[in-house]
């Protein structure tokens, strides 16, 4: 009786072997991301299905040199905006002077929204809009008087802060300021 089922499941799972085997070698892989990073070659598929490689060294280095030219000083600014809300929640200011604050209407926080929009790669934008949030989700947690998701919140703001000025070093355009920032 053993020997009789035996058979069959060697079969069975001989089938299966095959169809996992032509599965894994005629499925498609994605095509690669490509996120350009000065001094790094950023691959393309072509139409035919091969990928051609493009030196973007160039391109890129000058993309961001003149995002750099045109809102390094936004960024800054906004950080100079932000390091201010977290000085006046550390200081516990009265809650009729936060509640006043309006993040999102703040000229420091509409040009960065501006800045993330343009930046030449959508990461490093996001990654901006996730600075923004993050203020503003230290700023609302505190007046609902949740202090650990304030304190969650503002940690969360000093790595991206942290992050930005280890960017903005690659092409300073103020560099005094980014040192003297970044100390504060």
Not at 101 to 111: N, P, R, S
Not at 151 to 166: D, K, L, P, T, V
């Amino acid at each position: 009786m053993f020997s009789d089922l035996m058979l069959p499941i060697l079969v069975c799972a001989g089938c299966l072997i095959i169809i996992v085997l032509v599965l894994i070698k005629t499925r498609k892989k994605p095509p690669p991301k490509t996120f350009s990073i000065p001094g790094t070659q950023a691959t393309r598929p072509s139409q035919n299905g091969e990928t051609e490689t493009a030196v973007t060294e160039a391109a890129s280095d000058q993309g961001l040199l003149s995002w750099h030219e045109g809102f390094e000083s936004t960024v800054l600014d906004f950080i100079e905006f932000s390091d201010g809300l977290i000085e006046t929640i550390v200081n516990e200011a009265p809650l009729e002077e936060i509640q006043s604050i309006d993040v999102f209407g703040a000229t420091e926080t509409l040009e960065l929204q501006k800045a993330a929009s343009e930046h030449p790669s959508p990461e490093m934008g996001a990654e901006l809009s996730a600075m923004l949030a993050s203020i503003s989700s230290s700023l609302h947690a505190y007046l609902r008087s949740e202090f650990d998701l304030a304190e969650q919140q503002q940690s969360i703001y000093q790595e991206y802060r942290e992050m930005w000025f280890q960017r903005l070093r690659q092409f300073p355009q103020d560099i005094d300021r980014i040192i003297r920032l970044r100390r504060a």
